[in-house]
């Protein structure tokens, strides 16, 4: 082994990196971007989860309850109801995760009683965030009934736990079992479908650069247009059978309840499949190479999906310029739809904020997709 050859081999593939765009945003921005995608986006602890409350006696002791729920630092309230068929469209539009619910007797029925319930409603979509309020929520409960044995003892000059206990009914709806495999599912069909579509349509241009086909599609009259929809169709019908045996896995093997309507399931996949099939084309004809954008397709598409959509950690909960950042995150409107419509049953009209970012998604990246090619070689 020669060591000077061995140096000059080095020399000249650290020429190639610095010289090569890719393959120097590969070495040097993926790590800066998976450190701080990871250090601030991937979080377990939950703050300020938004929380609806319907207090039917409105008075000064449930009042100071719901204070002492805001205080706890753990929960915000984010709507108070005024009829309790209101909790259901709040959940549905992602206003709140859980309603507190205080009946109109509850005074009463601590001073008669000893004890009354307060109702706590969950949105079990996210489990693991059902599961961490679920703790808080005992954990202020224990607190007011700590304050009600403080007071009780202050008011008779005693000391003991003799005074009334507030009683949590905990409901949780959506996911009542609290499976998290009904959590995942939905999200993994999404990370599928967007890595499947953008890798195999990354190919379609940069494989006829390598085969030295270009020329002779460059020589036919074929319009630019044209060619970007005979590539995407065959790929379409190719998407849409993967959707169908991912969702139908989904339902029918790994058990996630289906509540919503084939249609509306029908027409947001169709555009999901549209959107990453665009995304892979451009990428496909920006990079000439096969393998690069091969590499440039997965990291778009694998690191957004996994990170940034909400399929494995709560969007809400992550810090305001890293929630800013996944509007632009492609994958999160599709994984937002698709746990509403396998979970709560919702239809377009409850669904209309996040299938109107993806339908505006695709038509700017069909829009960009049918621009950047053009027929010529240089």
């Known amino acids: 082994m020669n060591i000077r050859r061995v140096f000059a081999m080095a020399y000249k593939e650290t020429l190639q990196i610095w010289r090569d765009p890719r393959s120097l945003a590969i070495a040097l921005l993926m790590p800066l971007m998976q450190m701080t995608l990871l250090g601030y986006g991937v979080s377990l602890d939950i703050k300020h989860v938004p929380v609806c409350v319907y207090d039917q006696e409105n008075n000064q002791q449930t009042r100071g309850i719901v204070e002492r729920l805001v205080s706890s630092g753990w929960f915000s309230i984010s709507r108070t109801l005024t009829r309790q068929t209101g909790i259901r469209r709040a959940m549905d539009r992602g206003e709140c995760i859980a309603a507190i619910v205080i009946p109109a007797n509850f005074s009463r029925e601590l001073a008669a009683t000893g004890s009354a319930p307060v109702q706590a409603i969950l949105d079990a979509t996210d489990v693991n965030t059902t599961n961490i309020a679920i703790g808080y929520l005992q954990g202020v409960v224990a607190q007011i009934n700590a304050a009600l044995d403080a007071q009780w003892a202050e008011a008779h000059g005693v000391k003991g736990s003799l005074a009334g206990q507030v009683e949590l009914a905990q409901s949780t709806w ?3 079992t609290l499976d998290s495999r009904n959590f995942i599912i939905p999200g ?9 579509g953008a ?9 006829e650069w390598e085969r030295g086909t270009m020329e002779q599609l460059i020589s036919t009259p074929v319009t630019a247009l044209e060619v970007m929809l005979g590539k995407l169709v065959p790929y379409f019908a190719v998407g849409l059978i993967d959707a169908v045996f991912c969702l139908a896995s989904a339902a029918w093997w790994f058990r996630v309840p289906f509540r919503g309507n084939i249609i509306t399931l029908f027409v947001t996949t169709a555009l999901f499949i549209l959107v990453v099939l665009d995304i892979g084309y451009l990428i496909s004809v920006r990079i000439r190479s096969q393998l690069g954008a091969s590499q440039v397709a997965l990291l778009i598409t694998l690191l957004p999906t996994t990170l940034l959509s909400g399929y494995t950690f709560p969007i809400d909960q992550m810090p305001a310029p890293i929630r800013a ?35 505006a998604y695709a038509v700017i990246v069909i829009w960009l997709a049918a621009r950047a090619f053009q027929k010529r070689l240089d």
């Open 174 to 176: 959506f996911n009542e």
């Open 199 to 207: 890798q195999l349509t990354s190919l379609t241009i940069a494989r």
């Open 188 to 196: 993994v069909v999404a990370v599928i479908l967007a890595l499947v």
């Open 325 to 359: 950042l996944t509007l632009i995150v492609y994958p999160r409107y599709y994984v937002t739809i698709l746990r509403a419509i396998f979970l709560k049953g919702s239809g377009l009209a409850d669904l209309w904020a996040p299938s109107l970012g993806l339908l």
